[in-house]
């Protein structure tokens, strides 16, 4: 694994410890967004957004956890769909509260 890499996860799980990840987010149902995968592995997730809402203008990178989601077989490179629940704009890159993924 790349230092980009370990550096992400480290961020990530410093993340998780400190802010924990609610099911009680923003919006009723979750809100979606379509995005490119960067780096992946065994439980996080880096991407780049590609289409959303203008609340992600500011914040192109998120970052989430996978461990709990349905396993899509994606990889780098590919364009996901992500529905969220919770996030937080205030780190970098910003992280997200994934309920569901796909392949676009």
């Known amino acids: ?5 370990k550096a992400f996860i480290l961020i990530i799980s410093l993340i998780i410890i400190v ?7 923003h919006a009723e149902g979750g809100i979606s967004l379509i995005a490119e995968i960067l780096h992946i592995d065994d439980e996080d997730v880096l991407v780049e957004v590609v289409e959303s809402d203008d609340i992600w ?8 956890r996978r461990t709990d989601l ?11 769909i992500i529905t969220y629940t919770d996030f937080e704009r205030e780190t970098y890159p910003a992280w997200i ?8």
């Open 70 to 80: 349905n396993d899509i077989n994606a990889v780098v490179s590919d364009i996901v």
């Open 57 to 64: 203008q500011t914040s192109q990178r998120i970052g989430f």
């Open 1 to 5: 694994m790349n230092r980009i890499g």
């Open 19 to 25: 802010s924990g990840c609610t099911v009680a987010g």
């Open 97 to 104: 509260c994934a309920v569901s993924w796909s392949l676009r």
